[in-house]
């Protein structure tokens, strides 16, 4: 049966004028219990669960096929562009025909809510590859976040996408995890304000963002994926959940995905207080819940408090979550059980169908044809973009004898396994790294130059020489002895070493793909030990999903440079720093970890979590620090004052800086503002950042900076779990990054301690004037 042949039953839902609240009740009520359950449901079409493109995958069988997944309805339909290559047009029409028999199967004609991967670009073959979140996280820079989450997702409407399952707002526990690379970073103001501009953007597009993993999945113990989340109350609320809040509250963000992980005990998919009370009954989250992949089934199979997966899904349903993911594995007859009240069945189903009818998939004149795919994914619009964020996200670590920007350049080696290997410049969310791996001998399907391809381009003049050395895994050093021969007849050699990343352990930095120490992987130690040794200069180029702790290796090489998986146009930024072409303007998102740091620990931390003289013998010191980053030119503040000397505990004050360009080349400044809370009635972090900036400015030209910054960003969660804003002195630094002195500012927060809570001030405005 196609569309055509349907004669579906009308009423007040196929009313367009109607509020789509009212047009779900009106078809929730039409709907028989069977009907209301299929719509709880999913499929993953043309997938036989082989490759691994999701964890676990041994779950996908038993899946129901596809005509009999569809039949009485659909609630999604998974991941029809991001299961194998597949050109725009053909999946095009591939999604309209599968949309077409999920109509034609129900009596009311609506059809399944597609969704995709989007977390580096629109998750299918022949579609830009962006620099992954690590990467936009070192831009500073969220407006740009959302001009490219605006054109993702044009990309994905276009062809009939509703979903998209991005941002990750895991904020960085351990850099051991293997999603660190996913994420936005180790600050959950950082990761609040760029994950709301992502939310926004892809949703100015008609696209669904969904959050994900709702909560404590980065806190995992050990930094094992799926591993119990270590928290306790209060960093729960005030690092981990901040994200999601901002998000909810002032994103509006339409759907959630709950985490892997229990924390305390309690798996977040069963977990009534985190999916229902927090998020729904606290915050005012109307969208859908949906579950990370096979999260339902997990209940049972892996954390065990169920007895089996009809079991779990009762326990998913009743804690809040809406939708299964990837196919109806539990969300079926199950809920048709006399155990499971009406009332929890009809809620999750008036949500599905609110989110459907918002979406225009009730509308009378919906059609699956309807949809014409873009000439081309990868728009010269696309890359362009691309090349910006690649370009802002380059750090400049160190460069103490002026080695960079490289002139007269004659001869160089370029060195090391991810020098030559388009792969290392992809996160593991990548279609190339996820999905092509399965698909041998199926070319990458964008240009994606190399870091050897662009040296060659960036300096045509020079001979260049490149060696491998090693491999990323395994401990074969017999390259090594070539490397450093290339490196000593070179009069520059760059050496380009990292991750590649993968799923499962099939990468070094990915999903799956968690480490024990932060040495570089393989035998890329040894290799950047006798390179750098034997090199007559030398550049050091890091690209990886995670900081290691390279501080030793940072200081026997010339200059330094680290870029997060940059994406398609990540070779050209990396060289046109190189070259001056680009002066670097990216700054940590995360620290670079001391040599004996230990780990956990990034720099949100109160003082005894930090360096302690004659308590332990562990320096956690960071090679480099949280928001560092270097430039060609160099940048001065002066002039840091508040508009008043107190700050009432409901009141704002102004903080004003003036930032100068002292160097002689136009620049970008990243002013940044840290919160200092001295004495406090818990420990509270040494510093913690609420307010930043990205200014430009020309040679020996000075800006002033305002920060309206309101006594709501000194809150915290006190003694009682609630969160207060306290009276006491504080102090307001403007630095160039958490290690950096800075210019400060001492207030007294005056008046009786207040409690706030989610309508709480949660941005602090920053004003840059002429």
């Known amino acids: 049966m196609t569309i055509s042949d349907a004669r579906p039953t009308t009423g007040l839902w196929s009313d367009p004028a109607l509020p789509a609240p009212v047009r779900a009740r009106a078809l929730l009520a039409a709907m ?111 407006d740009l976040v959302g001009r490219m989450a605006r054109a993702i997702g044009a990309d994905m409407a276009a062809v009939g996408v509703h979903q998209g399952l991005a941002p990750v707002l895991d904020v960085v526990r351990d850099y051991r995890w293997g999603r ?27 696209v669904v963002a969904t959050l994900k993993h709702f909560a404590g999945y980065s806190a995992s113990r050990a930094a094992r994926n799926h591993a119990p989340a270590v928290l306790g109350p209060r960093e729960l609320a005030d690092v981990v959940l901040v994200p999601f809040e901002k998000a909810v509250v002032t994103g509006r963000v339409r759907s959630v995905m709950n985490a892997y992980n229990d924390i305390d005990g309690v798996p977040c998919g069963a977990d009534e207080s985190l999916l229902t009370g927090l998020l729904r009954d606290t915050w005012g989250f109307e969208g859908t819940v949906v579950s990370d992949y096979w999260a339902v089934a997990f209940l049972a199979s892996l954390h065990h408090v169920a007895d089996d997966v009809r079991d779990a899904a009762r326990l998913a349903l009743r804690a809040g979550i809406d939708v299964e993911l990837p196919h109806t594995s539990g969300y079926g007859p199950a809920l048709l059980d006399d155990g499971v009240p009406t009332a929890l069945l009809d809620r999750a189903v008036l949500r599905v169908l609110t989110q459907k ?17 873009p000439a081309d994914l990868d728009s010269p619009d696309n890359r362009a973009l691309a090349r910006e964020l690649a370009e802002q996200s380059v750090v400049l670590l160190d460069n103490p004898h002026g080695t960079l920007p490289l002139t007269g350049v004659r001869t160089v080696a370029v060195i090391g396994p991810a ?80 991750d590649r990343s993968g799923m499962f352990g099939e990468g070094t930095s990915g999903e799956g793909c968690d480490v024990g120490t932060l040495t570089l992987p393989g035998a890329q130690e040894a290799l950047v030990e006798a390179v750098l040794a034997a090199a007559r200069r030398s550049v ?119 930032v100068t360009n002292t160097g002689s080349r136009a620049g970008v400044f990243v002013p940044q503002l840290y919160l200092t809370d001295p004495v406090a009635s818990v420990t509270r972090p040494v510093r913690q950042l609420i307010g930043f900036t990205r200014v430009e400015l020309a040679a020996g030209e000075s800006r002033a900076v305002e920060f309206d910054v309101h006594a709501d960003m000194t809150s915290f969660t006190g003694r009682d779990l609630r969160r207060r804003v306290e009276p006491g002195a504080i102090v307001l630094t403007v630095a160039e990054s958490a290690g950096d002195p800075g210019r400060s500012v001492r207030l007294d927060l005056t008046g009786a301690p207040r409690l706030v809570d989610h309508t ?3 941005t602090t405005p920053v004003r840059v004037l002429p």
Request: hydrophobic fraction near 40%.
């Open 180 to 206: 660190v690379e996913e994420t936005l970073g180790e600050d959950p103001y950082l990761v609040s304000e760029l994950g709301l501009s992502y939310v926004q953007g892809l949703q100015s597009s008609g």
């Open 540 to 658: 050091l180029v890091t690209v990886s999903g995670r900081p290691y702790a390279i501080g030793r290796h940072c200081a026997a090489a010339d200059a330094a440079v680290q870029a997060f998986f940059p994406g398609e146009e990540g070779a050209a930024a990396i060289t046109g720093v190189l070259s001056g072409r680009v002066n670097p303007s990216g700054r940590l998102p995360v620290q670079i970890p001391g040599d004996s740091a230990g780990q956990p620990g990034t720099y949100l931390a109160p003082p005894l979590a930090l360096k302690s003289d004659g308590v332990s013998n562990i320096d956690p010191t960071p090679a480099h620090p949280f928001g560092h980053g270097l430039s060609y030119t160099t940048f001065a503040v002066a002039g840091v004052h508040a508009d008043a000397q107190s700050l009432a505990a409901d009141g704002a004050v102004t903080v004003r800086a003036t």
């Open 760 to 762: 709480r001030t949660m």
């Open 32 to 142: 028989t219990p069977a009907e209301k359950v299929a719509q709880l449901g999913s499929t993953w079409p043309d997938h036989d669960g082989g490759g691994d493109v999701a964890p676990m995958q041994e779950t996908f069988r038993g899946a129901d096929r596809f005509e009999e997944a569809v039949t009485g309805g659909l609630g999604q339909l998974t991941r029809v562009f991001g299961t194998a290559p597949v050109d725009p047009e053909d999946g095009r029409r591939r999604l309209a025909e599968l949309q077409e028999r999920v109509v034609a199967a129900n009596r009311f004609a609506v059809p399944a809510l597609a969704h995709e991967e989007c977390l580096t670009g629109f998750f299918t073959w022949r579609a830009t590859v962006y620099p992954t979140p690590l990467a936009w996280a070192a831009t500073w820079h969220p």
């Open 357 to 373: 009818a918002e979406l225009g998939l009730l509308d009378p004149d919906w059609k699956p044809g309807r949809y014409t795919a």
């Open 419 to 498: 020098a030559d290997d388009a792969r290392c410049l992809f996160g593991c969310y990548s279609f190339p790294n996820h999905v092509l791996p399965h698909h041998p001998g199926t070319p990458l399907g964008v240009e994606a130059p190399t870091v050897l391809d662009a040296v060659r381009r960036e300096f045509p003049e020079a001979v260049v020489r490149h060696e491998a050395g090693c491999s990323f895994t395994g401990d074969d050093r017999t390259g090594i002895r070539a490397a450093v021969e290339a490196a000593e007849a070179a009069d520059l050699t760059v050496l380009v070493v990292g």
